[in-house]
């Protein structure tokens, strides 16, 4: 059968053989046909240039080489073949030598052929084929002006050419005529009408289109909300490669929504879409291995995800990291200055959080120099938007005079802002005017102010409020509510206040004494390293105040607190070893 096919062929006209060999490339035949396309092409006809540039496209007939399909789709294009100026269009867009500028007798056949896409010549033949009616040409116009160089966007012509090319049947101008009107909906009938582009280009097989039809079905945006159906469309994407549907269809089997859940199978699309550089997935195994599961948290693990996920853009991922690096948890060696690096480039990038975190770690004197700084900066922007936490953090900057000059007053104003609506300005603006310091000197003031953040819980200001009712300062004496306040802190394990019991319960004030109590709270003060209460316990057990004597322990205590600084222990273990001291025979 094919000999005769042969021989018919053989018996036609020079033209005839063109317009069947036409007839079967479009048909898929072009290997066969591309002798008598080519023919065609070397006479000037356009449309065997045209078939001749499709065949070095595709490597039907002839091997694959896209300059020399560049090299013919663009003699046809200049003549005015609307096909070839589309196809030539798309070339030049993904990438392709210039077919103008291959020398004369240079090979054409080149492995290495694939270059940068060329915006310009894309958008110049592109546009010649749009006008024309070409709605493939018109949805690669719609992408050009939107998602092209900067200085080539052109966001309402892009839409104006998605939406022709959509009317025209395109299936990818739906999905971009569906984005954009998805980006500007803002009622349900518009919705609707955005969903329905993208449904027409699911419906045409565009993986992409799949899985934003995916999106709308999971959230109910322009089309009732279906689970199951949202998790169909992530599989069908995630199996055409789209990442972002591989992340969507992982998460899916991992909650179990829409789909029976299936933990194993969900991680390793999540895996997959990570390494095809999902950074949010990447978040999410992080996650995974930081939460653990059947199996205890791999925090080395979860740190190599976190960290593509962070190297990728991902802020919450950054600060993640920054967290793991400043716990040192297990198989992670503790770095507070990977710590703060990793907080420094979430909080750049916006992650709010982080920059808390980095605040606290320049506080405490940790971080670069830079990172106070641009910690101050951070909270100086912030505190001018009205953000009271910030105008907190702005006014210890300058209060302690970190990354910026030290200013007292202007710490002052920052803090009195923010304590109308943070407890911990209150204590900090209250030590201000009980200190006299940028402000003037205001005890009875500062005592209100400590007394609010007292009040709210803070620990800090109980032990400040409850020294000034023990020295009435700013206000009356009160022992007995100094003790409560002194009592609360020390139970949350406040150092301070723990010594402040031990005191209190030791005479000398109007409280009943109770001496085998003091000696407990100092104590538990001197376990916390605080070194006037290894001081009084190393004299308590010395001198057996609360009826118990240990002179061991008490010159360890007392060696404790010389070695803290407190010369007073120096006397105390000269008199406790000087009785301890052997008695020499014939005395």
């Known amino acids: 059968m094919a000999s ?8 036609l006209s020079p033209a005839a053989r063109l317009r069947d060999a036409i007839e079967r490339a479009r048909a898929g035949e072009l290997a066969p046909v591309f002798a008598v396309l080519a023919a065609a092409a070397e006479r000037g006809n356009v449309d065997g240039q045209f078939w001749v540039g499709k065949a070095y496209l595709e490597g ?10 560049a090299f013919w789709l663009e003699k046809a294009a200049v003549a005015g073949h609307v096909d070839s100026q589309a196809t030539l269009a798309t070339v030049y867009l993904t990438g392709a030598g210039r077919a103008s500028e291959i020398a004369p007798g240079s090979p054409l056949h080149s492995d290495l052929d694939r270059g940068e896409p060329d915006y310009e010549r894309a958008l110049r033949f592109g546009l010649q084929a749009a006008e024309a009616g070409h709605a493939d040409a018109q949805a690669l116009l719609g992408f050009v002006y939107g998602s ?7 966001l309402a012509a892009s839409d104006r050419w998605y939406r022709l090319a959509a009317e025209a049947g395109s299936a990818q101008g739906s999905l971009g005529h569906g984005l954009a009107l998805m980006r500007g909906a803002h009622g349900e009938e518009q919705q609707k009408a955005a969903t329905a582009q993208l449904a027409r280009a699911a419906a045409a097989g ?6 934003l039809l995916g999106v709308s079905l999971e959230n109910g945006i322009g089309v009732a909300k279906n689970l199951p159906a949202a998790a169909d469309h992530f599989r069908r994407s995630a199996e055409r490669g789209v990442r972002q549907g591989q992340a969507k269809w992982g998460l899916a089997l991992m909650e179990g929504r829409g789909v029976a859940q299936d ?3 969900g991680e390793s699309w999540l895996r997959r879409a990570a390494l095809a550089g999902d950074v949010e997935a990447a978040a999410l195994v992080g996650d995974l291995y930081a939460r653990g599961g059947d199996l205890p948290p791999n925090f080395a693990e979860a740190a190599l995800w976190y960290t593509r996920a962070a190297e990728g853009g991902h802020p919450a991922a950054a600060r993640a990291l920054g967290i793991l690096y400043r716990t040192g948890v297990v198989g992670l060696a503790r770095d507070e200055t990977e710590a703060a690096r990793w907080f420094r480039i979430a909080g750049e990038r916006g992650d709010v959080a982080a920059r808390a975190n980095l605040a606290e770690i320049v506080l405490r004197g940790g971080g670069q120099p830079e990172d106070r700084k641009r910690t101050c900066e951070w909270f100086s922007a912030a505190a001018e938007g009205g953000d009271l936490v910030a105008a907190f953090n702005y006014g210890v900057c300058l209060a302690e005079g970190i990354g910026i000059e030290r200013d007292l007053a202007a710490a002052a104003d920052w803090l009195r802002r923010a304590a109308d609506g943070v407890v911990n300005a209150q204590f900090w603006y209250g030590r201000l005017l009980a200190e006299g310091r940028g402000v003037p000197l205001d005890l009875e003031g500062g005592r209100a102010w400590i007394a609010r953040a007292a009040d709210a819980g803070f620990v800090e200001a109980q032990v400040a409020l409850a020294e000034m009712m023990v020295n009435g300062r700013g206000g009356p004496r009160d022992h007995a509510a100094a003790k409560v306040l002194f009592e609360a802190a020390a139970e949350r394990g406040h150092p301070g206040a723990q010594f402040a019991m031990g005191a209190l319960l030791g005479g000398g004030h109007d409280i009943a004494v109770d001496r085998p109590a003091a000696q407990g709270w100092f104590a538990k003060a001197a376990a916390n390293d605080h070194p006037f209460a290894l001081l009084m316990l190393g004299r308590y057990l010395a001198r057996g105040l609360a009826g118990t ?4 322990q008490a010159e360890a205590m007392l060696r404790r607190a010389l070695a803290a600084g407190v010369t007073d222990a120096a006397n105390d273990l000269a008199v406790l070893t000087s009785k301890a001291a052997p008695v020499p025979q014939g005395a």
């Open 4 to 11: 005769v096919f042969g021989r018919v062929a053989a018996s």
């Open 60 to 69: 039907k007939g002839v091997p694959p080489s896209r300059n020399t399909a």
């Open 148 to 154: 092209g160089p900067a200085h080539l966007r052109d």
């Open 206 to 211: 565009i993986p992409f289109g799949i899985y």
């Open 263 to 265: 933990t194993t199978n």
């Open 549 to 552: 004597v240990d002179p061991v």
